[in-house]
C-alpha cells in the first residue's frame, strides 16, 4: 500500500498529519492501544494467537476502551469481522477524563505515578523527589514548618505538637 508518492515529502506530511489527526478524534483508541503496547513492552501482559483461529500474529482488540489492559488476541481477518459485526468498541468516544494534576493537599502536585512537595521560599522552590500522596503531604508539613515555622499552614496540624 506504500506508492512512490507516500515516500515524497509531500506524502511522508501527509501522513503524518493524518496520524496526528487521528490521534487527535480517536484519543480513547490511542491511549488504550498505547497502554496495551506498553503493558506487552514490559512483560504484563503476553501477546497470544487469534482466539477465534489460533494464527499469529494478532493485534490487542478493546472490546472498552475504558479498559486499556482487557483485550482479547484477534487475527488482522477476525479483527475486522469482530468490529463488522460489533461496530466500535465501547467507550471509544466518551470523554478522555484527565487525571487531576494536583493533590487534595497542600503543597503536593502529582508528578506521573508519584507525588512531589514544593515549598516556595523568597522565590525559591524546594522540592522533594517522587513520593506517596501521603508521603509528599507529611514532607510538606516538614519543610513549611523548618522554614516558616508557627506561620506554617499544614496538611496534618496534628504533627506541630508531635515535632514541638
Ligand atoms: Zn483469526
Ligand atoms: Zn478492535
Redesign the pocket.
Known sequence: MTSSWDSTPAGKAHRRRYAAHWKATNRKKYLAQKAAQNAVQRGRMVPCP?E????EP?VAHHDDYDKPLEVRW??V??HAQWHRMNGEGRNAHTPVVPRPKSSRFRGVTRAKKRFVATVKVNGVRHKTKGLTEIGAALAYDEMALRFFGDKAILNFPESRKRSA
Not at 477465534?52 to 494464527?55: H, L, S, T, V
Open positions: 487469534c477465534a483461529c489460533g494464527k494478532a484477534l487475527c481477518l477476525h
